[in-house]
């Protein structure tokens, strides 16, 4: 935990004082957490409201993860973490390009603790996690011939992606965007170890009938030539993406968010991880005069074995107009 807190502590270094212009910065700067969909090129909401030509724009965050999924045909039970950097820059009106970098890794983020003790506040069951020592690093699966342990501090993602971006409208309520996407993982080493390009494409949607209210819808789709991930388990060729948000910015500083990701199964091979992973996320966002903070908590609902437990993200975004 004390490397995923070091590295949350460098957000705060470019913080501006005061009141933020009035910036969309559109749904939570948040990528996929479900065990599969993470490590791949998984497409991410984006606000259809593009940069202005000449203004750049860049985002540092840092996420903490806890994987707990058990069925009669596999277990998993580990923690991951990673750091995210993206550089956008609008060339001309209605393009832009991004330039990021994703580093997750498996490292003991203590979060095993906070969510047996937050499921007994509510009441929720553990669903097996109190038979089992905390703080573990293990994947298994007899059927498929996966067994993973003790892999703390190794890599499970470190990709390099692009992204360039068209918006067919921008009005003042109504903004629609398109993108295509391409990413290069290199994992050289370790039980994770994979090379894989990978590519998507996706839509982005923005309505805005006020100040104070947003919503946003993202609907995409990305393709992969890997064959296998996660230790060995099959992994499908083509996955799908879609999510709604809604920001209330209740105060010129403050704003919430609320959110649901909804993320294909990635393999055919497992029942569990063939259905659809849903995400809810529940945000804060601080606005700065030239940026703004965000701290986000991800839940997993309906699906419990092909998400998350629970996830929390720090993000700081910032803004260089010309």
Not at 13 to 23: E, H, K, M, Y
Not at 70 to 97: K, Q
Not at 207 to 235: M, Q
Request: glycine fraction near 8%; charge should be negative; avoid cysteine.
């Amino acid at each position: 935990m004390n490397i995923a807190f070091r590295a949350w502590a460098l957000l705060l270094v470019p913080l501006s004082a005061g009141v933020s212009a009035n910036v969309d910065y559109g749904p939570l700067w948040v990528k996929a957490q479900s065990p599969m969909q993470a490590q791949s090129f998984t497409p991410m909401m984006r606000n259809a409201e593009q940069l202005k030509a000449g203004d750049w724009a860049y985002t540092l965050s840092g996420t903490v993860a806890s994987v707990w999924a058990e069925t009669p045909d596999y277990m998993m039970d580990y923690y991951h973490n990673s750091v995210d950097l993206g550089v956008r820059y609008a060339p001309a009106e209605r393009w832009e390009v991004e330039l990021a970098y994703q580093y997750r890794f498996a490292a003991d983020n203590g979060l095993d603790n906070l969510t047996m003790n937050f499921h007994d506040l509510f009441g929720l069951g553990q669903n097996g996690r109190d038979k089992v020592p905390q703080d573990r690093f293990y994947i298994a699966s007899e059927k498929y011939g996966v067994l993973l342990e003790d892999f703390e501090g190794e890599t499970l993602t470190n990709m390099v992606s692009g992204y360039l971006g068209y918006q067919w409208i921008d009005q003042a309520r109504h903004a629609l965007s398109t993108g295509v996407g391409l990413a290069y993982n290199h994992v050289d080493s370790g039980p994770f170890a994979l090379h894989s390009f990978e590519q998507l494409l996706q839509a982005n949607y923005r309505y805005a009938p006020s100040e104070r209210h947003r919503l946003y819808l993202t609907l995409g789709a990305s393709h992969r030539g890997i064959e296998d991930t996660i230790g060995g388990i099959g992994i499908n060729d083509w996955a799908y993406m879609y999510g709604l948000a809604y920001q209330y910015r209740f105060l010129p500083n403050h704003s919430l968010l609320l959110e649901y990701h909804g993320f294909s199964g990635e393999t055919d091979e497992i029942e569990e991880l063939d259905s659809i992973s849903h995400e809810v996320l529940l945000g804060y966002r601080y606005h700065l005069r030239e940026g703004a903070i965000e701290f986000t908590m991800i839940e997993n609902i309906f699906n419990m074995d092909n998400s998350t437990d629970i996830a929390f993200t720090l993000a700081y975004r910032g803004r260089i107009s010309h």
